[in-house]
C-alpha cells in the first residue's frame, strides 16, 4: 500500500512542519507500507519534504490550482492521498469529482473557524464558502481523517454521513524530544503555559479566575504561573493591575527552545487549552500537549484529548477550564514522580508511527 500526505499553505507555521516532520522521519524506515510527505508554501524551503510555491501561484485562489495540480499529478502514483484540507476553496466543485482516491485531512470545524479567524465581513463570506464548497468536495472524497473524533463526526455530518471517516491525532516522536531538566522547588507549584499567542480560545482569562481564588482566603496556595509567548495589552493590564495576579503570573515573551526549556525545567505541570469551545470545539489533539508530556510535564486542560485515554493520570480535565489549581497542586506537584515516569506512562499514546498504523490499518480493511 502506497499512502502520499500532501499539504499547501500560504505559509508552514513550524508546528505543522514538526507535524509533518514526525510524519516523514519514520516513513523512511517503514516496510510494512510505503508513506510519502509532501508540502509546499510561499517561502523558500527549510525541510526535505518541504517545496516552495512558484512565484506565479503565491496568491489566493491561484495557490489552490495549484494545489489541485498537485494532486491530480500525485492521486495517480498512490493508492490513497491525504490533503489537508483547504478552507473556502472554489475549484474543488471543478476537480473533486475526478480524484477517486481522496481523503481530506481535517484539523478544526472550518465553518465556524473563518468567522473566528477573519472577523467582520470578510470572515463570513470564507465561512459561507467554505459552508457550500466543502459540503460539496466532502462528499467525494473516498474517505474523511479528522484530528478528533469529534472532528471526523462533524465532517461526516456535512458529507451526509455516507463517506467513511477515520481519526488521524497529531503524535510526535518522544525520542526527539529531549526530557527537561528537573529543577521543581518541591514547595512553589509552578505551572508553564506556553503558545505563540494568547487568544481567546487558549482561555488565559480563566486561568486568571482560577489563580484569583485559590489565592482567596487562609490558606492560599503558593503558586507561579510561567506566560511564554505574546499576551495581548489587555491582558497585561489585567495583571498589572492586581496584586494577587502579579504576584502568580510571570510574563516571559517569546523565547528560543533552550530558554523555554529552562523555564519549564522548573514547572511543575503544563497547561493545555482552556477554552476550546470558543472554536465549537470539546476535544483536540495538540502538538504542545504531546510535547509537555514526552518533556516529562504532567498536563491541566479545558478539554478532552483523542489520544489519551481517561484513567491516564497525568493529564487532568477542568470542564470549562475553571482549574481547580490546589487540587492540580496536590496531583502534580512537590515532586511526586520523575519526568521519566510521565513520559513513559505517555509514550504509547503520543507517538506518530502509531497514529499513522492507525489509518494504515483503516484503509487495509
Same mark, same amino acid.
Given at each position: 500500500?502506497?499512502?502520499?500526505?500532501?499539504?499547501?499553505?500560504?505559509?508552514?507555521?513550524?508546528?505543522?512542519?514538526?507535524?509533518?516532520?514526525?510524519?516523514?522521519?519514520?516513513?523512511?524506515?517503514?516496510?510494512?507500507?510505503? *508513506?510519502?510527505?509532501?508540502?509546499?508554501?510561499?517561502?523558500?524551503?527549510?525541510?526535505?519534504?518541504?517545496?516552495?510555491?512558484?512565484?506565479?501561484?503565491?496568491?489566493?485562489?491561484?495557490?489552490?490550482?495549484?494545489? *489541485?495540480?498537485?494532486?491530480?499529478?500525485?492521486?495517480?502514483?498512490?493508492?490513497?492521498?491525504?490533503?489537508?484540507?483547504?478552507?473556502?476553496?472554489?475549484?474543488?466543485?471543478?476537480?473533486?469529482?475526478?480524484? &477517486?482516491?481522496?481523503?481530506?485531512?481535517?484539523?478544526?470545524?472550518?465553518?465556524?473557524?473563518? %468567522?473566528?479567524?477573519?472577523?467582520?465581513?470578510?470572515?463570513?463570506?470564507?465561512?459561507?464558502?467554505?459552508?457550500?464548497?466543502?459540503?460539496?468536495?466532502?462528499?467525494?472524497?473516498?474517505?474523511?481523517?479528522?484530528?478528533?473524533?469529534?472532528?471526523?463526526?462533524?465532517?461526516?455530518?456535512?458529507?451526509?454521513?455516507?463517506?467513511?471517516?477515520?481519526?488521524?491525532?497529531?503524535?510526535?516522536?518522544?525520542?526527539?524530544?529531549?526530557?527537561?531538566?528537573?529543577?521543581?522547588?518541591?514547595?512553589?507549584?509552578?505551572?508553564?503555559?506556553?503558545?505563540?499567542?494568547?487568544?481567546? *480560545?487558549?482561555?488565559?482569562?480563566?486561568?486568571?479566575?482560577?489563580?484569583?481564588?485559590?489565592?482567596?482566603?487562609?490558606?492560599?496556595?503558593?503558586?507561579? %504561573?510561567?506566560?511564554?509567548?505574546?499576551?495581548?495589552?489587555?491582558?497585561?493590564?489585567?495583571?498589572?493591575?492586581? &496584586?494577587?495576579?502579579?504576584?502568580?503570573?510571570?510574563?516571559?515573551?517569546?523565547?528560543?527552545?533552550?530558554?523555554?526549556? &529552562?523555564?519549564?525545567?522548573?514547572?511543575?505541570?503544563?497547561?493545555?487549552?482552556?477554552?476550546?469551545?470558543?472554536?465549537?470545539?470539546?476535544?483536540?489533539?495538540?502538538?504542545?500537549?504531546?510535547?509537555?508530556?514526552?518533556?516529562?510535564?504532567?498536563?491541566?486542560?479545558?478539554?478532552?484529548?483523542?489520544?489519551?485515554?481517561?484513567?491516564?493520570?497525568?493529564?487532568?480535565?477542568?470542564?470549562?477550564?475553571?482549574?481547580?489549581?490546589?487540587?492540580?497542586?496536590?496531583?502534580?506537584?512537590?515532586?511526586?514522580?520523575?519526568?521519566?515516569?510521565?513520559?513513559?506512562?505517555?509514550?504509547?499514546?503520543?507517538?506518530?508511527?502509531?497514529?499513522?498504523?492507525?489509518?494504515?490499518?483503516?484503509?487495509?480493511?
Amino acid at each position: 500500500m502506497k499512502i502520499i500526505h500532501l499539504t499547501v499553505v500560504r505559509e508552514l507555521p513550524g508546528g505543522i512542519q514538526k507535524q509533518l516532520f514526525f510524519e516523514y522521519e519514520p516513513a523512511r524506515d517503514e516496510k510494512a507500507y510505503s *508513506w510519502e510527505t509532501h508540502a509546499w508554501h510561499d517561502y523558500p524551503a527549510e525541510s526535505p519534504f518541504v517545496s516552495q510555491v512558484p512565484a506565479f501561484f503565491r496568491f489566493v485562489f491561484l495557490r489552490q490550482i495549484f494545489a *489541485w495540480f498537485q494532486i491530480i499529478k500525485l492521486s495517480r502514483k498512490c493508492d490513497y492521498l491525504l490533503v489537508r484540507h483547504m478552507p473556502f476553496d472554489p475549484f474543488g466543485f471543478l476537480f473533486s469529482p475526478f480524484i &477517486k482516491n481522496r481523503i481530506t485531512v481535517h484539523h478544526t470545524k472550518e465553518v465556524e473557524e473563518m %468567522v473566528l479567524v477573519r472577523p467582520g465581513w470578510k470572515g463570513r463570506m470564507a465561512s459561507r464558502l467554505e459552508d457550500y464548497a466543502g459540503r460539496f468536495t466532502l462528499k467525494r472524497n473516498f474517505a474523511i481523517a479528522g484530528v478528533t473524533q469529534e472532528i471526523v463526526d462533524y465532517q461526516r455530518a456535512r458529507a451526509g454521513g455516507v463517506v467513511p471517516g477515520v481519526v488521524y491525532p497529531n503524535g510526535i516522536s518522544a525520542g526527539s524530544v529531549a526530557l527537561l531538566g528537573d529543577e521543581r522547588s518541591g514547595e512553589t507549584f509552578n505551572l508553564v503555559f506556553i503558545c505563540t499567542e494568547f487568544s481567546s *480560545w487558549h482561555g488565559l482569562e480563566r486561568l486568571f479566575d482560577s489563580a484569583l481564588y485559590c489565592q482567596s482566603g487562609q490558606d492560599s496556595l503558593a503558586i507561579r %504561573v510561567h506566560l511564554i509567548g505574546r499576551i495581548s495589552e489587555h491582558q497585561r493590564e489585567r495583571i498589572n493591575s492586581s &496584586k494577587a495576579l502579579s504576584r502568580v503570573f510571570i510574563e516571559h515573551g517569546i523565547l528560543s527552545e533552550r530558554e523555554y526549556r &529552562k523555564v519549564m525545567s522548573r514547572c511543575d505541570a503544563g497547561v493545555g487549552s482552556l477554552a476550546l469551545e470558543e472554536k465549537g470545539l470539546r476535544e483536540a489533539s495538540t502538538l504542545k500537549v504531546r510535547e509537555m508530556l514526552a518533556m516529562g510535564l504532567p498536563v491541566v486542560s479545558g478539554h478532552v484529548d483523542s489520544s489519551l485515554p481517561e484513567s491516564f493520570p497525568f493529564y487532568e480535565i477542568y470542564p470549562e477550564g475553571s482549574v481547580d489549581l490546589k487540587k492540580a497542586a496536590t496531583l502534580f506537584g512537590a515532586r511526586k514522580f520523575s519526568r521519566q515516569e510521565v513520559r513513559r506512562a505517555a509514550e504509547p499514546f503520543i507517538t506518530k508511527t502509531n497514529a499513522m498504523k492507525g489509518v494504515v490499518d483503516f484503509l487495509a480493511s
